[in-house]
């Protein structure tokens, strides 16, 4: 996932007066031109930020737009505005930069209060200031210096800023208890619950380390304290609800669901149109995964936990050499990346369990960061993530203008995924490669059912927001049953769907993993039959950026509509006549087709939103220990 702050989009920045990184010449001509500062991460101070210099900066084109003189051109009041207006862009890096260091610092030590302080703070200030430059800046939208802005931002945004309408107080009080409940919702997942069983005390960590535990008891134990995880964080997202429900008042919409669509994501499709699709993935999505998980191999994917397992700078060395065989600028990306040490993917149990990149537009950059599961889903995060780093560190779009079209930044990082799917057998061995190959693919579909399964719960609650725990769960439950799951015993409540950090952090996020998974999956069959072509499209899609919405961007580059059903059955079916190809090379069902479950601890890449069952991730969980043992027995 690519991470933003509240009321902010991050992009990265075109810097002044800095060093540039030399680019071939074919990359050269795709993306436009960019500088990027040679800082290593250790490098980058966080030093807080205030706001004055920006302020004054404001203060100073006020002054000098509302003043009669303003209307008409003049060299050296024109002169006066280019400079403020620079300085202003420059600020603005400054203040976005500076929210991702100490956002970064927080992911890194979630027990950091101090951190959590300082980020909630810079994220309320970043709310206000990004507020007055709209206003201060939509002055000049009506003077013979309106190309100042124009020739960054764009005629359609001019014509917003006259529009502008000021942040009440009212939503900056509303924004402020929306950061402080994200905040509260991360502690409380931080925290260990507690389930009491004869007089002993379980947690989640002594579970899983037990070796002792009858299957029944197991079970019993693992409910006990799946309810309590729920009602601890539960609680918490019924408050949300509610503050983003005003929040959507606030600004004419009746449900958040469709303020967020428009306002958050810019889609350009709604909240009606996407049932179409939501409907297409019941009908012909869900028996495709049941035929996946038909022909998974669980002792294929646990011998390839066992045999890739790696951290940091190895999963780096082993991803590195395929870059260049897509595409030598992603390569020279790639290397700029990992010689400023732009990342944190080490495992760490301070971290909170989250995955991002982020931009750092003061040095023309972006991180990024990580709590590894462990596994060679690892090795999926480093992909993904680096098809966001690599359109952020392309984009020359300023932080104040860029757009959040965040369904084609996930093509960016799941198309990269499903193209590397080529190089599975260089990199883990011909049964290893076969496993990581189809784990992809099973992840794409399972992707695409998260994605509009999470949707559609999201879209209810905030149809009927003043719905109890126990209704949000029992909802949980009868949709999820929709798309696939499906439960032992006859409890109403699901309860899970608190682990998935999105229902929190970024609401009505989840539906852009199914809209760019299906782009992916299209990419990928393209890439079987024409790979330089896919290869091709790829590379427009990460030069576009996000500055254009989802369904215009697919049309440009040639990809299919997937709002049309036959669109979506088509998909479905050339993903399995591509199983029955393999399945009949094969001559049996022993295919090891691999799922992967959704998001562990609700992390918030969803490189791994599959339809196993929690309860499954969780058995899985407890047997990693065992795994490096006895790598070809089933726990």
Same mark, same amino acid.
């Given at each position: 996932?690519? $991470? ?45 930020? =205030? ?95 309106? =190309? #100042? ?65 009858? =299957? ?32 959507? $008042? ?54 390839? =936990? ?57 040095? %023309? ?63 883990? %061995? ?46 949980? $439950? ?84 997937? *709002? ?35 998001? *562990?601890?609700?992390?918030? #890449? ?30």
């Amino acid at each position: 996932m690519k $991470k933003t702050f509240r009321a902010l989009r991050l992009g990265a920045i075109l810097l002044a007066a800095c060093l540039t990184l030399t680019l071939p010449a074919q990359a050269a001509a795709r993306y436009p031109e960019k500088e990027h500062l040679p800082v290593d991460f250790a490098d980058m101070e966080y030093t807080g930020y =205030d706001g004055a210099a920006l302020r004054s900066a404001l203060s100073a084109l006020e002054q000098i737009a509302a003043s009669p003189a303003a209307q008409t051109e003049d060299a050296e009041i024109r002169a006066a505005l280019e400079a403020l207006y620079g300085r202003i862009l420059s600020e603005v890096d400054q203040l976005s930069t500076q929210s991702a260091l100490i956002g970064i610092r927080y992911d890194a030590n979630g027990a950091d209060q101090e951190a959590a302080d300082e980020s909630a703070a810079l994220s309320q200030l970043s709310v206000q200031l990004f507020d007055e430059c709209y206003r201060t800046l939509g002055l000049l939208a009506d003077t013979p210096y309106r =190309d #100042i802005l124009e020739r960054d931002a764009g005629p359609e945004i001019l014509d917003e800023l006259r529009n502008y309408q000021a942040l009440t107080a009212r939503e900056a009080a509303l924004y402020e208890e929306e950061e402080r409940l994200v905040q509260a919702y991360d502690q409380a997942m931080a925290q260990p619950v507690q389930a009491v069983r004869e007089g002993q005390v379980w947690t989640e960590e002594s579970l899983a380390q037990d070796r002792e535990l009858d =299957d029944e008891t197991w079970w019993e134990i693992s409910a006990q304290l799946e309810r309590e995880r729920n009602r601890a964080a539960g609680e918490i997202f019924l408050q949300l609800v509610r503050v983003r429900t005003e929040i959507a $008042k606030e600004n004419g919409y009746d449900s958040y669901a469709d303020y967020a669509y428009r306002e958050s994501y810019g889609r350009d499709y709604t909240t009606e149109d996407i049932e179409a699709v939501r409907r297409a993935a019941k009908r012909y999505w869900v028996p495709l995964e049941a035929r996946l998980m038909d022909a998974l191999s669980q002792r294929d994917l646990r011998a390839l =936990d066992v045999r890739t397992r790696a951290y940091g700078d190895d999963i780096l060395d082993a991803v590195e050499p395929y870059m260049a065989r897509i595409d030598p600028e992603l390569a020279e990306t790639f290397a700029f990346m990992r010689q400023y040490h732009l990342y944190d993917i080490a495992p760490s149990d301070s971290k909170l369990p989250v995955g991002y990149t982020v931009g750092l537009p003061a040095y %023309g950059t972006a991180f990024i960061f990580d709590d590894p599961y462990g596994d060679h889903q690892d090795y999926s995060t480093v992909i993904h993530e680096f098809g966001h780093f690599n359109e952020t560190f392309h984009s020359a779009e300023h932080d104040l203008w860029s757009s959040f079209h965040i369904d084609v930044g996930e093509i960016h990082s799941q198309g990269l995924e499903v193209l590397f799917t080529a190089y599975a057998g260089e990199m883990f %061995g011909p049964e290893g490669g076969r496993a990581f190959y189809w784990a992809t693919i099973s992840n794409m579909v399972s992707s695409v059912l998260e994605g509009c399964m999470y949707d559609e719960f999201q879209t209810a609650v905030y149809e009927d927001p003043d719905m109890t725990l126990e209704e949000v769960n029992r909802l949980f $439950k009868d949709i999820s049953e929709e798309y696939g799951y499906s439960y032992e015993g006859d409890g109403e409540e699901s309860y899970f769907w608190v682990e998935i950090t999105h229902n929190f952090q970024s609401p009505m996020y989840y539906i852009s993993y199914a809209t760019s998974a299906l782009s992916a999956l299209d990419l990928w069959l393209i890439s079987l039959e024409d790979w330089d072509t896919a290869v091709d499209i790829y590379l427009d899609l990460a030069a576009m950026g996000l500055s254009q919405p989802y369904r215009e961007t697919v049309e440009a580059v040639g990809l299919r509509d997937i *709002f049309h059903e036959r669109t979506m059955r088509l998909l479905a079916d050339g993903i399995q006549d591509r199983l029955s190809e393999e399945t009949g090379e094969r001559g049996s069902w022993e295919l090891p087709v691999v799922l992967l479950g959704a998001g *562990f601890g609700g992390a918030v #890449i969803l490189i791994a939103a599959g339809a196993l069952l929690v309860c499954r991730r969780r058995r899985r969980a407890a047997a990693l220990a065992q795994a490096a043992e006895t790598p070809w027995e089933l726990p």
